[in-house]
């Protein structure tokens, strides 16, 4: 698979287990209940390494925030006998896409697959399936 220049991660194997260590002792310390917690740990971590387009990744979640649905989550879960999980899920997923943006306050890093022509980024290629459409500044 070729590489793309546009999304870039850096993050390196001792803060990811420390920090997936971290997560799960909270996790299993509060029974589940401090899980909020511990996945803003988790998705802080991931968005401080990515980026894409050369914006840094910010998470904006809090834990504070999904602590109530969470809440409500699990009790439903606990009466439903597990089957309400099955909802539980997506939406977390979709509170993380929500709470994720783009750091404007910072300058992009540099892209990797970009040709430099009288100091203005140029493309090398265009994405299959975009006849005419450059990626770079407009």
Not at 15 to 32: H, N, R
């Given at each position: 698979m070729a590489k793309s220049g546009r999304l870039r991660f850096d993050g390196g194997a001792a803060?990811?287990?420390?920090?997936?260590?971290?997560?799960?002792?909270?996790?299993?310390?509060?029974?589940?209940i401090c899980y909020p917690f511990a996945l803003v740990l988790r998705e802080?971590?991931?968005?401080?390494?990515?980026?894409?387009?050369?914006?840094q990744l910010v998470f904006?979640?809090?834990?504070?925030?999904?602590?109530?649905?969470w809440i409500k989550w699990l009790f439903l879960s606990f009466i439903t006998l597990?089957?309400?999980?099955f909802r539980v899920?997506?939406?977390?997923?979709r509170w993380k896409w929500e709470h994720t943006?783009?750091?404007?306050?910072?300058?992009?890093?540099?892209?990797?697959?970009?040709?430099?022509?009288?100091g203005v980024p140029v493309a090398i290629a265009q994405p299959p399936?975009?006849?005419g459409q450059l990626y770079g500044p407009a």
């Open positions: 803060t990811y287990v420390g920090t997936g260590i971290l997560a799960a002792l909270v996790t299993i310390a509060t029974v589940g802080r971590w991931r968005a401080k390494h990515s980026s894409i387009d050369g914006y904006t979640g809090s834990a504070t925030a999904l602590f109530g649905n597990g089957i309400h999980l899920g997506p939406r977390i997923a943006d783009f750091d404007r306050s910072r300058q992009p890093l540099p892209l990797t697959d970009t040709l430099s022509i009288v399936g975009a006849p």
